[in-house]
């Protein structure tokens, strides 16, 4: 069963220490009685339900790893197995033990708990690279087992797909078309690695037209297009716009004259801000708000009351004036289709769907548009008159706007279509169409409650896109009292001596300290939200994007992350280096 561990000076709660039964054990859909998981979004469940594990595996590891005190169980697994190599079990055979029947689901997830049980911080990687994971079960019918019964087989997985080839197919770089596509074709593949196919196949359709590199079955962020210059290069203001009571336009161009690199509707630039007096620039990110593909990019800035950056520029910054960018990056982009579109913003968040709006008018989309925003009143409503615009050049497109305060100037029925906010009852009420991919942006609540009011609504998650003008969620398995981590900060202790390492949307420069093992480890010590799970550098949950540097990886990657993206679990900086994070 579960317990709490002590780790790294956190606690984890983890069912990873398994000991041995005797005697029969009932076997049900979702446990063995007497078994537990400690963290059910990374373990367990129908498709993970029982963890499997051999005694040939048992003996490489202690030969390779010098070992000779495994005890069955040292694995995490439940059910420890003379025979059953992963290279021979496929997903989706079929085995009777005593009196239960089972079905092969997926390979073991990648997780650093195994190596926190062995002592061997790097045991998640192993598994991958030496193609011995070992795999998990569902339980087709329930009924007790017992050690020292035979497994017989009842079938064999249509596609005869291994358990180690399907591993390897996500893990390992060299995956072909074919492989992905055999194993969609395994109907008891669990439905987390469908997904993680489905998006290889896609991304080898993108890579054929030139797009992006790394594995997108790991990590959404390898599915962007490499970045289109590295680091940061100047660009020269050439047109200021305010467009409401608190947000201006900037309009950026090329230093040197020549036309900017066009990026994907959706897509931000991150920008040094350098402040008066000569303190260290400030880092921040911008959506493009403007059409993509002109040669020049236009960003948006609200002015917050206290924000350093914002009110620097909105002081300071004038036609003339360099700033020094970032390339566009994100995934926060309008994916091709004929369905639907719905644009959902609040505030400053209708930057990036506007420059999906305007996408969309440039090629004449005749894809339905539902343009829905939510601002304050009309001082604070900015691109009113550009969306409007917009909407009307597009034959199958329509527009509602909620103010939350109107003021007396404001038309309704002209200006906004209704007082409130944009929030779930309105928007259910709209007839939106179920078959649309739906763009938000917006404070954290409001993408929350639309998400859920969107997918309750009837649309498919996996269309629901969002974009988070800040730190995004953390993702910190089995780890307790995570969620309730303080604001960024400094780390403890005595400052680092190394080089500056800035975390972008945290807006944190921290001197590098040789004392951590990983950036991820200073991020961690800086409390700045960070998302991992192997830790090891095989999962790619902690992939991101490297705005600008280098960095040095120990152990290597098992297979490298996308162009312009660094793994931080495995990574220390070469020099100075620009996160975001
Ligand atoms: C992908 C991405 C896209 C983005 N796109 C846009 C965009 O299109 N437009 C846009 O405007 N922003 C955008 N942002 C947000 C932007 O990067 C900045 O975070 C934002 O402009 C605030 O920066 P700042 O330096 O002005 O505020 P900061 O100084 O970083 O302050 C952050 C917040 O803390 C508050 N604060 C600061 N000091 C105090 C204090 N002493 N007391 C009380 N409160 C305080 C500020 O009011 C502000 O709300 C985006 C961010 C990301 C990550
Ligand atoms: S946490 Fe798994 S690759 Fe970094």
Redesign the pocket.
Known sequence: MPKDVPWHGKTVHTGVYKQTVAGPRMVRRLNIDGDGQGDLGGHGGEQRAVLVYQLDSYRFWEKKLGRDELAPGAFGENFTVDGLPDDEVCIGDRYRIGGALFEVTQPRVTCYRVGLRMGEPQMAALLVAHHRPGFYLRVIEEGEVEAGQDIVKESTGPEAMSVEELDRVLYLPGHTREQVERALRIPALSPGWQESMKTLLDQDDSQEAGGSSGSAGLNAAATAPPPAWPGFRPLTVTHIQPESRS?FSLRLAAADGSELPAALPGQ?ITVKVQPEGGAPP?I????L?GEPGTGTYR????V????????ELRAHIRVGDRLEAAAPR?TFCLADGDNPVLLLSAG?GA??VLAMLHALARDRSTRPVWWLHGARDGTEHPFAQESHDLVSALPDARSTVYYSKPNSADRQGVDYAATGRLAPEPVRRLGLPTDADAYLCGPTAFMDSLTAALVDYGLDASRVHT????SGAAITPGIKGAAAAAAPHQPAGPAGAGPQVSFA?S?LNVPWNDAQESLLELAEACDVPVQWSCRTGVCHTCELALMSGSVDYSPDPVEPPGDGNILICCSKPAGEVVLDL
């Open positions: 947000v931000f400030l921040r990110s911008y959506s708000s960003i948006s800035v609200k917050e009351p206290h924000g350093a950056a914002s009110n994100g400053v930057t990036p974009e988070i003008f800040g949307r807006g």
